[in-house]
């Protein structure tokens, strides 16, 4: 009987890292040891947008979608009896990255590794930070720099570094199509490869365009998704070709991680998650030809709160029996020259050049961003709307709501909370940090690092010197933020009502009702304190207002409390709606109301949308919240007649 010779299974990983970088680093152990074959590393909000634990805007964000990393100790900690010479690590960060990155090779160094052995990914994909996630903090053009400083330094340093990784996770998590997805991605990776070539030699050049990886988002539909992939493999290959002159095969292969949909999770019914999470699974996996190098699966009970680690755990024993107890990895590519996958995929392909063509006459990706922001808030707003109407049948949400009580979901601890002390204690280590080093050898290495900044040249040196010499997360950004200048991205929210009206006509008929009662047209303000960059539903939220009627403010994400309270003041606001997605909504909610209070402007109503746990709403309720939503309450039109009740003064 002849021997098959099986394929190596992708790279396990779970995205993990919550409260501080001690409780993060026994998570990894923990991972590693039931199986996990690399790591994914979630930092913090602040860490994210370069601020320091202690400073105001990341008061109730510390530890809470993530790991915060404050300086060299933390990143010590965090890696701690973890040999980073033989470990594969994916750090999702940004804005922020060359600093991370920076901090990882500092521990590195420290653990005696040899820095050409390190092999990982920094995300480093700031144009979708602009698009849909929102921890962006420079103007386009350095921020493009910063990056392409980064590739340029693994190159010379980092040999098997991944410098930079196109992230369309999030650009389907904000909407797109597929067709949306591709181009998109595509063109952040050639925005990133031109201006590269004027920074590396010509001959090293091809070897570069091989290092640049992607991070996807696999739906539901997974048939389509798996054609998606396909189609990002044939339309690399052919940039790299045509556009590059890439003449190496192996550099113009697609090289892909994952993270299958979030955004299709449902808190209603979570236990069918499980079966989500798998089949989109198998989008990424089943075509030898486009499979995923890493996979990363989110837990069942992420629409609920943060996972635990058992649940964790079930997500990995999900890759682990797919790619050891099933003959997956035996087999060719089950898909090639099947003719319904052909056509799909040409579709794909046809589609997404014809956005790029679009894209490439404005410039580019950086000259496009107001235009790709507004294409994902209209293709979202399309992808709610047939979930509404029915024509996209979600199992448990808006049909088949009827079930028994999840028995995963009993009990006090369904669901891990932040350690409500782990805030504290890292505020306290910063502090120590803080007076514990050399303030000389700090000031020395922060002025190389803006030097650099203004003069040119590769940013990563000097980082580096600044992570040894114990400069913390936020005073490295504020020389950044100095030099650069800070940055806010459109957000595709028009003032121009669209041509979606289908079912509003009562709505409109109530909000002109209300408008003359009250004597002047119904005034909404969206707000999103905080630094949660997430602003898919406040978008929405917003975008539904305005076509029902309603004269709304909304100004983007990241806005301090006060910011919104002037905000209510200066435009006579009717209603505040409060959108947070991080976790963070209780502290933030008690600045807006105890502001609201200290400006005299109780009187207006607040109603609040997230991931909140029943306790915490029953909170946000008693400091006067009027409303609170969650992600089951998708019905937008429901809560634009609650709006409208709420501010009738009839």
């Not at 798996?226 to 070709?241: G, N, Q, S, T």
């Amino acid at each position: 009987m002849s021997h098959v010779q099986k394929d190596r299974p992708w790279l396990f990983r779970t995205y993990a890292g919550h409260s501080t970088a001690a409780a993060s680093n026994a998570l990894y152990r923990g991972n590693l040891a039931k199986g996990q074959t690399g790591l994914s590393v979630a930092f913090d909000l602040p860490t994210q947008t370069g601020y320091d634990s202690d400073h105001v805007l990341a008061k109730g964000e510390v530890g809470k979608v993530g790991v915060p990393v404050s300086h060299l100790g933390d990143m010590r900690a965090l890696f701690d009896d973890i040999p980073l010479d033989q470990m594969n690590t994916s750090m999702t960060i940004n804005a922020t990255a060359p600093w991370l990155l920076s901090l990882y090779i500092a521990v590195a160094e420290e653990q005696g590794a040899d820095i050409s052995a390190l092999q990982g990914t920094v995300q480093n994909d700031i144009i979708k930070e602009y698009l849909s996630r929102g921890t962006y903090i420079c103007p386009p053009e350095p921020s493009l720099r910063m990056i392409t400083d980064v590739a340029a330094y693994t190159r010379e340093h980092l040999p098997k570094w991944n410098p930079m990784n196109v992230c369309s996770y999030h650009l389907q998590e904000a909407g797109a199509t597929p067709e949306e997805e591709l181009a998109f991605a595509l063109a952040t990776a050639t925005a990133v490869l031109d201006d590269l070539q004027g920074k590396v030699p010509a001959e090293h050049f091809p070897a570069m365009v091989g290092r640049i990886s992607f991070f996807v988002n696999a739906g539901i539909r997974f048939v389509t998704e798996l054609c998606k992939m396909r189609a990002f493999v044939e339309l690399w290959d052919e940039i790299c070709a045509t556009r590059y002159g890439v003449e190496d095969a192996k550099y113009r292969r697609f090289r892909y991680g994952v993270q299958v949909n979030s955004l299709g999770l449902t808190e209603q019914q979570p236990e069918n998650n499980v079966y989500r999470i798998l089949l989109e699974t198998l989008a990424v996996t089943l075509s030898k030809n486009a499979r995923a190098r890493a996979v990363q699966l989110p837990a069942w009970n992420e629409a609920l709160g943060l996972p635990r680690p058992w649940d964790q755990q079930w997500s990995l024993r999900m890759q682990q029996i797919l790619a050891y107890e099933t003959d997956l990895l035996e087999f060719d590519d089950l898909f090639d020259g099947n003719p319904a996958i052909d056509r799909k995929v040409s579709a794909l392909k046809e589609g997404a050049r014809a956005e790029l063509a679009q894209i490439d006459g404005m410039g580019g990706a950086v000259g496009a961003i107001a235009y790709m922001k507004s294409r994902l808030v209209e293709s979202n707003a399309a992808r709610i709307a047939g979930i509404e109407d029915g024509r996209t049948t979600v199992v448990g949400v808006n049909k088949w709501q009827a079930g028994e009580p999840s028995p995963l979901t009993a009990g006090d601890d369904a669901i891990m909370v932040a350690d409500p002390k782990a805030e504290a204690d890292q505020l306290a280590r910063l502090s120590a940090w803080k007076t514990a080093r050399d303030a000389a050898a700090v000031e020395t290495a922060l002025a190389a690092l803006r030097g650099a900044a203004k003069d040119g040249s590769n940013i990563m040196p000097p980082s580096i010197a600044c992570a040894q010499a114990g400069v913390t997360t936020g005073e490295w950004a504020d020389v950044i933020r100095a030099v650069f200048g800070q940055y806010r991205a459109p957000t595709g929210v028009s003032q121009n009502q669209s041509n979606r009206t289908e079912g509003l006509d009562e709505l409109r008929e109530q909000v002109d009702l209300v408008s003359a009662a009250l004597g002047r047209r119904l005034k909404f303000l969206v707000g999103k304190p905080g630094l949660d960059g997430h602003s898919n539903g406040a978008e929405q939220i917003a975008t539904r207002a305005r076509d029902c009627g309603m004269d709304i403010t909304y100004e983007g994400i990241r806005l301090t409390p006060d910011e919104i309270v002037a905000a209510a003041g200066e435009n006579q606001a009717h209603v505040i709606g409060l959108s947070i997605l991080s976790g963070s909504h209780v502290p933030l909610v008690r600045d807006v109301m105890a502001k609201l209070a200290a400006a005299e402007l109780t009187h207006i109503p607040v109603i609040a949308g997230g991931i909140i746990p029943e306790d915490d709403a029953r909170a946000l309720r008693e400091m006067g919240v009027a409303k609170v939503y969650t992600p089951k309450d998708f019905e937008l039109n429901k809560i634009m007649g609650d709006i409208v009740t709420l501010v009738d003064p009839r």
